[in-house]
């Protein structure tokens, strides 16, 4: 078999289920805990992770996964209750990433954030989805620390427990 992401992405969907299921135990208000910038809190990092997911897989395969190109972006986190719906979410962006990983490994024109035109492989771009997503949740777990919470355990969410709890079953 050749070594490929589609176990990378698995484990990120995986990480991301258990990252969303720890922050519906913690009380309301470590929803704006943050580390060391008060506008980069749990809630903006949690839903940053879901929609950017959703930016890139479209750019990859040009297919919609939770918004169309155009359409705001999906609804911010304000309360414990609106994680059940960025679970689904990024259930939703989740596999939509792990489909990526079928097709051809093309460079992609697009115009970035800056405005200026790039061109990236699909593969890159699907390799910053999974270390955009494991970065971000490295930055929850500290915020939820520096205000007192209890944090995300980033060592029951790394590839060795992944594959302890998926290849168990």
């Known amino acids: 078999m050749t070594i490929a992401l589609d176990r ?3 484990h990120m969907a995986w990480a991301n ?3 969303l299921a720890h922050l519906q135990t913690i009380p309301e208000d470590g929803l704006k805990a943050f580390a060391t910038n008060p506008e980069w809190f749990v809630a903006e990092i949690i839903h940053h992770i879901v929609d950017s997911a959703d930016h890139y897989a479209f750019r990859i395969s040009g297919i919609p996964a939770l918004t ?3 359409e705001p972006c999906i609804d911010d986190v304000k309360q414990i209750s609106d994680l059940s719906r960025l679970k689904e979410q ?6 939509a990433l792990l489909e990526c990983v079928k097709l051809d490994d093309i ?4 115009e970035n954030y800056e405005g200026k035109m790039v061109k990236r492989w699909r593969s890159t771009i699907l390799s910053q989805a999974i270390h955009h997503a494991t ?3 490295a930055q929850i777990a500290s915020a939820l620390e520096a205000k007192g919470f209890k944090p995300v355990d980033l060592d029951e969410l790394d590839l060795w427990a992944f594959e302890i709890e998926t290849e168990s079953k």
């Open 135 to 137: 970065e971000h949740r």
């Open 8 to 10: 990378l992405l698995r």
């Open 90 to 95: 990024a259930a939703n962006v989740d596999s």
């Open 68 to 70: 169309n190109p155009g």
């Open 107 to 110: 460079q992609i024109e697009y």
């Open 17 to 19: 289920q258990k990252t």
